[in-house]
């Protein structure tokens, strides 16, 4: 690893044993565990437990890591060490790749990219639907990281390198996480069969290690984390902050709040991080479920409300 790339994930080796939760808590602390901030530990995470458990009891996989943001101690935890699709947080590692290009000066921001140079793609976003048939490198940043557009991180996966990002994710450490494919609207047999996979464990350590300025370096931490702010799709863990989906940087609540969603069919994922008054969190959870009716996915959705909760009033 680069000495200017400080970040290094160190991704739990966890026996897949189901869930488990900080036990401070209970009042028992493991050896070598420091309690949390004043009043933090209150949470039990009871209700979290009770859906991700009745989810994993229906045949779903579930994944869930969440840890204290300034200690990175663990406050939850669940098979974090499984490597899971994870659909649109594949666009986290591009982003890192892009800022760091830009912060090099190897990549232009005002560079402007051809939508024509990708296949056109149905998937989700925004760019799609306008008229503008070029735009600038940093603008598909910001479409990539606020709306979901697949055409737009196809677009700036295109001008990046798929082999540039996946040595990015190798220099920085993560070696659970995989960038492998763009966006595609059908996956034939000679395509990868997913977007991207990552671990819930890796996914936190990441994402604290963004907003700690400890990935690349600061501006590129700060790059990334701003794209991300951005995000509109708080439909899932975020559901519980109460923040406007389309302008959600009013921290009069002293709320911190920085996520990005992923989803395909069967699968859905939130990585973030999540900080209040009284304590701060980063957080992942990956859920592949049998997708097969509306009952089984809005009981999966519910299981990242449900946690979404919890950890409100564990920051508060």
């Not at 840890?67 to 101690?73: C, Q, V, Y």
């Not at 677009?155 to 040595?167: D, K, N, T, Y």
């Not at 290690?209 to 370096?217: E, M, T």
């Amino acid at each position: 690893m680069n000495a200017a790339e400080p970040f290094e994930s160190h991704a739990p080796a966890v026996a897949a044993t189901g869930l488990r939760r900080d036990t401070a808590a209970r009042g028992d602390l493991r050896a070598g565990s420091r309690p949390r901030r004043s009043g933090a530990g209150r949470r039990s995470f009871t209700a979290t437990l009770r859906a991700l458990d009745d989810l994993a009891a229906s045949g779903a996989q579930v994944s869930v890591h969440v840890s204290d943001l300034d200690r990175g101690t663990e406050v939850l935890a669940g098979d974090d060490h499984l490597t899971l699709p994870v659909g649109g947080i594949g666009v986290v590692p591009l982003l890192i790749e892009t800022a760091s290009q830009l912060e090099r000066g190897t990549l232009d921001a005002l560079e402007i990219v051809e939508r024509s140079s990708v296949d056109p793609v149905e998937v989700g976003g925004l760019w799609r639907h306008l008229k503008a048939p070029a735009l600038p490198v940093c603008d598909l940043a910001v479409l990539a990281a606020a709306t979901g557009d697949a055409i737009a991180a196809n677009a700036l996966l295109s001008r990046v390198g798929l082999e540039a990002v996946r040595e990015r994710i190798e220099r920085i450490g993560l070696v659970r996480t995989a960038l492998m494919d763009g966006f595609r609207d059908r996956r034939g047999p000679d395509d990868a069969p997913h977007v991207a996979l990552a671990s819930a464990g890796e996914l936190t350590t990441l994402f604290r290690a963004l907003v700690n300025a400890q990935v690349v370096s600061p501006a590129v931490s700060a790059q990334v984390s701003e794209w991300l702010s951005l995000g509109h799709d708080l439909s899932l863990v975020a559901s519980a902050t109460g923040l406007d989906p389309f302008a959600h940087d009013d921290d009069r609540h002293q709320l911190l709040f920085v996520n990005k969603t992923g989803r395909a069919d069967g699968v859905r994922a939130e990585a973030g991080v999540l900080a209040g008054p009284r304590a701060g969190v980063a957080y992942a959870l990956i859920v592949c479920f049998d997708d097969l009716s509306m009952a089984h996915r809005l009981r999966a959705h519910e299981a990242f409300r449900t946690l979404g909760l919890e950890l409100m009033e564990y920051v508060y």
